[in-house]
């Protein structure tokens, strides 16, 4: 089985296709395995994330844990991949998309749950909406409206996070 593209579209518009599905199975996979070392990211990769936040959202991107740390640095470098024109503030949403986590307080294995079982707590309800709640956070530190809209899954850049999200 051959991988997508980098920066193929990963759009999911009508129902799951079984290619879908196994591309979703596998990254979940992946993104699973990746998640259990709770190493921080790279002295390169915080030198580097320092320099395309703003101080308010370093503050967010910090209280996430050091897997998502690491995951977010590896998504947004991915994304400049296939964005190599991306501003600092698609940067900065490529860097904090999956900021809105902080809110659901759930690890490794309450995620895998609340991804099975859907959004039937407090914290699975957060966890399935992180993308308005840290949108909102981003608004809230003052962020570029289109580092929010990166965020919110909206805007021109949309498409080149997803892929690389999902890479």
Same mark, same amino acid.
């Given at each position: ?52 936040? *703003?101080? =308010?959202? $370093? %503050? ?12 977010? #640095? !590896?998504? +947004? ?38 991804? *099975?079982? =859907?959004? $039937? %707590? ?12 840290? #949108? !909102?956070? +981003? ?29």
């Amino acid at each position: 089985m051959g991988r997508v593209p980098l920066c193929a579209p990963a759009g999911h518009t009508g129902p799951m296709s079984q290619a879908n599905l196994v591309s979703k199975v596998w990254h979940l996979a992946a993104r699973f395995v990746t998640s259990l070392p709770p190493t921080p990211p790279s002295l390169d990769d915080e030198m580097w994330v320092d320099d395309q936040l *703003l101080p =308010g959202e $370093r %503050t967010l991107w910090m209280q996430l844990s050091n897997q998502d740390r690491r995951h977010s #640095a !590896a998504v +947004a470098r991915r994304f400049v991949e296939c964005r190599p024109m991306a501003t600092r503030a698609e940067i900065a949403g490529a860097i904090l998309h999956d900021v809105g986590k902080i809110e659901c307080d759930l690890g490794t294995f309450g995620r895998v749950v609340a991804t *099975l079982v =859907g959004p $039937r %707590t407090r914290s699975f309800v957060a966890y399935h909406d992180h993308e308005a709640i840290g #949108a !909102a956070m +981003a608004e809230a530190v003052g962020s570029d409206p289109a580092t929010v809209d990166l965020i919110a899954q909206r805007g021109p850049a949309f498409e080149a996070l997803r892929a690389s999200d999902h890479a």
